[in-house]
């Protein structure tokens, strides 16, 4: 097997599995911000704001994966 | 490489014919598509023709000026790394994602300073323009009537938004209201580069890291200077020991402790605007590829079916998620600034010190922690 042929499935497995603990960590933040919304659907405001910025940092280590994989597919 | 093997067979003649014949290598679309996401030096209006950018270089003591690609190459100094008509030749060796158009020495040496205007100037200029035009007319509204209506309306809207929501629960009091121009800017900047991307014929300023870069650094420098302005430079370095050297511990160790802690702290303050970067970076690239590939497929195919039922539907679909996201990005960028430069303030008030630089700083007990929505 060549060695860009491997490049280029090392790529598109990283991709994968970036995606899947990506989507796991947002799945679990999403299911408990809701489900302390609708205990105390007062304090919704505040937990909205913590929910999107804990989704950009969770999204930020993904994407740092994704460009690691676009480096390779693209070298 | 397979990917730049496939280039190489490829023939000039057979990228432009339609039907491509059997047995010869099909011309990478996925390539020459990821090369348009890429800096260029002219502006394309597809049918229309294309507005060349200039080149300018500080290159051995002398200033050089050349309207376009032609005037660059009949200089016989210069010349470009790919080329525009896309000799599949040239592409081998450069990647999609860099510039378009780059100049080289012909004699091989490096270009001493490199300030032409590329596309991505081009649009940050347009996006900086347009938020001036914005702001001056929504602004001149205000001074007629107090009644807010229209594009106003909008402006005050996302302002009171940026400054209850985004930088008041953050940072507190007097650095709240000196640094909300800041917070301001970056938002409203953010947002109208971001969107400009969206509009046809345009290019995207904040898909390159370059771009990103400094957008991020402006909120680095932002950050220290805050800490160091508030804490004063003896208790900013001894932030880095995370406490440790507050804590009762024998001596070595506290020393086997600080050997792990400062590095970690270290890094931790280069992290956390290198994430913002490669954040906005790549989730402005992110929709543009998916973009083009769903537009890849079709031409991939030769198929009017992939591209109908395929193509458009979900390139329009990721489109509108894409005005989403740029909202989003422009808010994330914004919000997590606050946090970080509202982390440098708090740790001033939590402890107390050199309160009395300060000419307006309120009570510990006024921290702004006020939530809203």
Redesign the interface.
């Known amino acids: 097997m060549?060695p860009?042929?491997l490049a280029?499935l090392g790529a598109g497995i990283g991709a994968g599995v970036a995606v899947l603990g990506a989507g796991q960590g947002i799945g679990k933040l999403v299911a408990s911000a809701i489900e302390s919304q609708a205990r105390q659907p007062e304090m919704s405001?505040?937990l909205?704001?913590t929910m999107?910025?804990g989704a950009?940092?969770i999204?930020?280590i993904a994407?740092?994966a994704?460009?690691i994989c676009?480096i390779l597919a693209?070298? | 490489m397979a990917a730049t093997d496939t280039i190489l067979t490829q023939t000039p003649a057979n990228a432009s014919a339609t039907a491509i014949p059997q047995g010869a290598a099909k011309p990478n679309y996925f390539n020459e598509g990821f090369r348009e996401l890429g800096n260029h030096h002219t502006v394309d209006f597809m049918p229309f023709g294309e507005l060349p950018l200039p080149y300018i270089f500080f290159d051995h003591g002398s200033l050089h000026v050349y309207a376009s690609v032609e005037s660059l190459k009949e200089s016989g100094v210069y010349t470009t790394n790919v080329d525009p008509k896309f000799d599949p030749q040239q592409l081998i060796g450069t990647s999609p994602l860099t510039e378009k158009g780059a100049a080289l020495r012909i004699d091989g040496k490096p270009i001493g300073l490199d300030l032409s205007i590329t596309s991505n100037l081009f649009f940050l200029g347009f996006a900086g323009v347009l938020l001036a035009i914005l702001g001056a007319i929504a602004a001149s509204r205000a001074k007629k009537s107090l009644i807010p209506s229209g594009l106003r309306n909008l402006f005050e809207v996302l302002i009171i938004f940026v400054r209850d929501d985004i930088v008041a629960p953050n940072i507190a009091e007097p650095y709240g209201s000196r640094l909300l121009p800041y917070f301001l800017t970056i938002f409203f900047f953010i947002l109208l580069a971001n969107l400009t991307g969206l509009l046809p014929w345009a290019h995207t300023p904040t898909s390159s890291v370059e771009v990103t870069a400094a957008l991020a650094i402006c909120t680095f420098v932002i950050t220290q200077v805050i800490g160091i302005w508030t804490m004063g430079i003896k208790t900013f370095l001894l932030h880095l020991t995370a406490g440790l050297h507050e804590m009762e511990l024998s001596i070595v160790m506290k020393a086997l402790l600080l050997a792990i802690m400062v590095p970690i702290e270290f890094m931790g303050i280069f992290t956390k605007p290198f994430a913002l970067c490669i954040r906005l970076f790549a989730n402005m690239t992110a929709g543009h590829i998916i973009i083009i590939s769903l537009i890849c497929l079709a031409l991939l195919f030769h198929s009017i079916i992939i591209g109908f039922f395929v193509t458009v539907p979900f390139a329009i679909f990721v489109y509108l998620l894409e005005i989403f996201v740029a909202t989003l990005q422009a808010y994330i960028f914004t919000i997590l600034s606050a946090l970080f430069i509202g982390m440098m303030a708090h740790s001033a008030h939590d402890e107390h010190v050199h309160d009395h630089d300060l000419p307006h700083a309120p009570d510990g007990d006024h921290l702004v922690a006020t939530s809203h929505g």
């Open positions: 060549n860009a042929g280029f405001g505040g909205r704001t999107i910025i950009a940092l999204e930020g994407l740092f994704l460009v676009i693209t070298k």
